[in-house]
């Protein structure tokens, strides 16, 4: 009898197309943004999903230099954090049962909250390690040193903020949303029907997360820090504040592309990061998967995506 040769099945490696899609957790719901569009879908008290559609016009969004490398990054920073704060006081409203109506004063709360939480996390993670190492290195006189200790309770700093904030029983729930947030883009951009059962089946991490951009700005913080040395305190100050738009600059760049290429240098990459949100993300139910789908179907075409992207065929059958 001829000998059966066997051969080696190749594991075909899957797809991915970037979507361009981004979202973010908010109380008992989800933003996503595609384009000049955005939706937040929240989940009432009375069980029903409340769906909002805007336009949103990023700052500078005509001028070419803010679409520079580098410059672009600061420029996303601040249009997230506008646009999130929105969101967040969208989803606050709904889900007190309040209402939908807005006024001045919500748009000066948002505002002060938004200038309030920059100026902590400035704060924390860029101050505060810088007094902490003077205090612990009085009698050190090697500067390389200085500048490695200081690094390293930096990240102690915000891995300890991200532990903590994560043993929260009250942020768990975002944490739910946040997860389904991860997974709906997972779904899509891997090309599967965008189906509750699809979407839970999905990873909840992802690379272009904002906790993978927190954490290359303190990685790069650290690095730039130990380059750029001065021994006056008060300069030394001056310059962690006036370096904060570049090393934002730098994280968008590196997020960027981890989130738009697949290979070993972004895999590598990416692996903090993605292991860092398995503390910022939790496992969704079915019902966040839901409220994850209506946010994203009310600005983005998954059908003709996955048709032009994957060869999908609409009348096939959506449960894979």
């Given at each position: 009898?001829?000998?059966?040769?066997?051969?080696?099945?190749?594991?075909?490696?899957?797809?991915?197309?970037?979507?361009?899609?981004?979202?973010?957790?908010?109380?008992?719901?989800?933003?996503?943004?595609?384009?000049?569009?955005?939706?937040?879908?929240?989940?009432?008290?009375?069980?029903?999903?409340?769906?909002?559609?805007?336009?949103?016009?990023?700052?500078?969004?005509?001028?070419?230099?803010?679409?520079?490398?580098?410059?672009?990054?600061?420029?996303?920073?601040?249009?997230?954090?506008?646009?999130?704060l929105?969101?967040?006081?969208?989803?606050a409203?709904i889900?007190?049962?309040?209402?939908?109506?807005?006024?001045?004063?919500?748009?000066?709360?948002t505002?002060?909250?938004?200038?309030?939480?920059?100026?902590?996390?400035?704060?924390?993670?860029?101050?505060?390690?810088?007094?902490?190492?003077?205090?612990?290195?009085?009698?050190?006189?090697?500067?390389?040193?200085?500048?490695?200790?200081?690094?390293?309770?930096?990240l102690?700093?915000?891995?300890?903020?991200?532990?903590?904030?994560?043993?929260?029983?009250?942020?768990?729930?975002?944490?739910?949303?946040?997860?389904?947030?991860?997974?709906?883009?997972?779904?899509?951009?891997?090309?599967?029907?965008l189906?509750?059962?699809?979407?839970?089946?999905?990873?909840?991490?992802?690379?272009?997360?904002?906790?993978?951009?927190?954490?290359?700005?303190?990685?790069?913080?650290?690095?730039?820090?130990?380059?750029?040395?001065?021994?006056?305190?008060?300069?030394?100050?001056?310059?962690?504040?006036?370096?904060?738009?570049?090393?934002?600059?730098?994280s968008?760049?590196?997020?960027?592309?981890?989130?738009?290429?697949?290979?070993?240098?972004?895999?590598?990459?990416?692996?903090?990061?993605?292991?860092?949100?398995?503390?910022?993300?939790?496992?969704?139910?079915?019902?966040?998967?839901?409220?994850?789908?209506?946010?994203?179907?009310?600005?983005?075409?998954?059908?003709?995506?996955?048709?032009e992207?994957?060869?999908?065929?609409?009348?096939a059958?959506?449960?894979?």
């Open positions: 009898m001829p000998e059966k040769t066997k051969k080696k099945k190749k594991l075909k490696k899957i797809k991915r197309c970037y979507s361009g899609i981004g979202g973010q957790a908010v109380l008992e719901g989800i933003m996503m943004k595609n384009n000049e569009q955005y939706s937040v879908a929240v989940r009432r008290s009375d069980g029903t999903i409340a769906v909002d559609v805007e336009s949103c016009r990023d700052l500078l969004a005509d001028n070419r230099i803010a679409k520079l490398p580098f410059v672009r990054g600061v420029i996303n920073f601040v249009n997230s954090l506008r646009l999130g929105k969101s967040l006081n969208y989803s409203d889900y007190a049962d309040e209402g939908e109506e807005r006024g001045k004063s919500d748009n000066v709360t505002t002060l909250t938004g200038i309030i939480a920059v100026v902590l996390a400035v704060g924390l993670f860029m101050v505060l390690p810088v007094y902490i190492t003077k205090w612990i290195t009085a009698d050190v006189r090697n500067d390389s040193l200085v500048a490695i200790i200081e690094g390293a309770i930096r102690g700093i915000f891995l300890i903020y991200v532990v903590a904030i994560s043993a929260m029983k009250d942020i768990r729930r975002v944490y739910m949303y946040h997860g389904a947030e991860h997974k709906c883009i997972n779904c899509i951009e891997r090309g599967k029907p189906t509750v059962r699809n979407v839970l089946r999905s990873s909840r991490m992802h690379k272009r997360c904002g906790t993978s951009f927190m954490l290359f700005v303190v990685v790069v913080s650290i690095i730039v820090f130990f380059f750029i040395r001065v021994d006056n305190m008060a300069l030394k100050i001056v310059l962690r504040l006036a370096l904060v738009p570049v090393i934002a600059g730098i968008y760049e590196l997020l960027r592309l981890a989130g738009r290429y697949d290979n070993w240098i972004t895999t590598i990459l990416s692996a903090p990061g993605l292991a860092l949100q398995r503390l910022t993300t939790r496992e969704p139910d079915e019902q966040m998967a839901e409220v994850a789908i209506r946010a994203v179907e009310a600005v983005f075409d998954w059908r003709r995506f996955m048709t992207e994957f060869g999908w065929e609409a009348d059958s959506e449960e894979t």
